[in-house]
T-cell receptor, first 114, second 114 residues
Framework: AQTVTQSQPEMSVQEAETVTLSCTYD???????LFWYKQPPSRQMILVIR??????QNATENRFSVNFQKAAKSFSLKISDSQLGDAAMYFC???????????FGKGTSLLVTP | DGGITQSPKYLFRKEGQNVTLSCEQN?????MYWYRQDPGQGLRLIYY???????QKGDIAEGYSVSREKKESFPLTVTSAQKNPTAFYLC?????????????FGEGSWLTVV
């Protein structure tokens, strides 16, 4: 069974600073996809960034980037120039290439302070 | 606008009652999903459907039932057999149900047992 672990229940960052959220996963698959989703207070899940395991290059979306370490099974999210609107729950998720749905971690609550 | 509509937003159920949560999408997506979210937990998969008239159990299907008679609709019934149904329920869809397809989420429904 695949599991996703987010070891930081809560994180805090000052506006304009950088923060890194951690995620590790366990799998015996070689081809898979990893995701970070954001859940603001409205509770709607929003895709932040996606990484294909076969790609060496780390994915980047504007202020959001990942550090994907396949051998270590680590997939951290870096948020640069943090904004108040970044405050939310962030979920790491995994699916194997043969998969059909996402396996989620328990989430990290990010607080952004002025 | 295209999207996923869940209703009702809030629902109260008495002990022993069945209730149905509605999920409709106009994205022309083949795959649809139901997830459950409890406080401090990530999302857990209840059921998924990759095509009309076909659906599969997820990790926590006991006490739930679904149907997929139309492409755009995937209602979830929470039966009296579900012993702890109070939770936040999220419906989602993707274009093909493959691992690399982006999964889009609705705004969710809160179910409370009274």
């Amino acid at each position: 069974a695949q599991t996703v672990t987010q070891s930081q229940p809560e994180m805090s960052v000052q506006e304009a600073e950088t923060v890194t959220l951690s995620c590790t996963y366990d799998t015996s698959e070689s081809d898979y996809y990893l995701f970070w989703y954001k859940q603001p207070p409205s509770r709607q899940m929003i895709l932040v960034i996606r990484q294909e395991a076969y790609k060496q290059q780390n994915a980047t979306e504007n202020r959001f980037s990942v550090n994907f370490q396949k051998a270590a099974k680590s997939f951290s999210l870096k948020i640069s120039d943090s904004q108040l609107g970044d405050a939310a729950m962030y979920f790491c998720a995994y699916t194997p290439n043969s998969g059909y749905a996402l396996n989620f971690g328990k989430g990290t609550s990010l607080l952004v302070t002025p | 606008d295209g999207g996923i509509t869940q209703s009702p937003k809030y629902l109260f159920r008495k002990e022993g009652q069945n209730v149905t949560l509605s999920c409709e999408q106009n994205l022309n997506h083949d795959a649809m999903y139901w997830y459950r979210q409890d406080p401090g937990q990530g999302l857990r998969l209840i059921y998924y459907s990759q095509i009309v008239n076909d659906f599969q159990k997820g990790d926590i299907a006991e006490g739930y039932s679904v149907s997929r008679e139309k492409k755009e609709s995937f209602p979830l019934t929470v039966t009296s057999a579900q012993k702890n149904p109070t939770a936040f329920y999220l419906c989602a869809s993707s274009i093909g149900g493959r691992a690399w397809d982006t999964i889009y989420f609705g705004e969710g429904s809160w179910l409370t047992v009274v």
